[in-house]
């Protein structure tokens, strides 16, 4: 992602930031991009403001997934039968 008037904080640019906010949010950064993701949040007002955001879009989106009642099991048959169909 490429952001106007983006600055670099903690040696990532804001568009960096961004593009790693949903990795952070599911824990899969390294600790080090983890440290380098809020010492960036920290220093920059803008990312601070998205990704706070940002954060409670992710915890809408997670409770409303949470709540979609389980995929009907012949729907699940169906699925596997055509995923099977495709291997080789
Ligand atoms: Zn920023």
Redesign the pocket.
């Known amino acids: 992602m490429k952001l106007e008037n983006?600055?670099t904080?903690a040696g990532l640019s804001?568009g960096q930031?961004l593009d790693r906010l949903s990795d952070y949010q599911d824990g899969d950064l390294s600790p080090a991009e983890r440290t380098q993701v809020e010492a960036?949040l920290r220093g920059?007002d803008?990312?601070a403001r998205f990704g706070g955001e940002f954060r409670v879009v992710v915890d809408a989106l997670r409770s409303r997934l949470a709540r979609t009642p389980p995929v009907p099991r012949d729907f699940r048959e169906r699925l596997r039968r055509a995923l099977d169909s495709e291997r080789p």
């Open positions: 983006e600055i904080v804001c930031v960036h920059c803008r990312c």
